[in-house]
């Protein structure tokens, strides 16, 4: 079985505040957006969950080019040395569990 090859690319990520920040340095070769993002959400102890309990799912945001990365991408393709990627929740709008009802009536 043969290591997987680390590359050294020293990026900072950070929660949608500012408040949060990880240095990231080496990174497997094969490694996934996705798959950062899912070991970062721990290390940066942020929320699993919103404030109802609903399971929350984040993005990251290359703010070099203001683009939310996908999942299945490569990091070492999307992410140069020196890089900020900005960890966002995605936030569904709407009125929650109560739906109101409106009536077209008068």
Do not use: C, W
Not at 31 to 38: N, R
């Amino acid at each position: 079985m043969s290591a997987v090859e680390t590359i050294d690319l020293g990026f900072e990520v950070s929660d949608v505040s500012g408040q949060k920040l990880h240095s990231v340095s080496n990174v497997p070769s094969d490694a996934t957006v996705g798959e950062l993002v899912e070991a970062l959400l721990s290390q940066m102890k942020l929320p699993q969950n919103d404030p109802s309990g609903r399971p929350l799912t984040y993005h990251a945001l290359l703010e070099r080019e203001g683009r939310h990365l996908h999942a299945a991408e490569k990091v070492t393709d999307a992410v140069q040395a020196g890089d900020r990627v900005v960890l966002q929740p995605n936030i569904d709008a709407g009125l929650g569990a109560k739906q109101r009802v409106v009536s077209s009536e008068l």
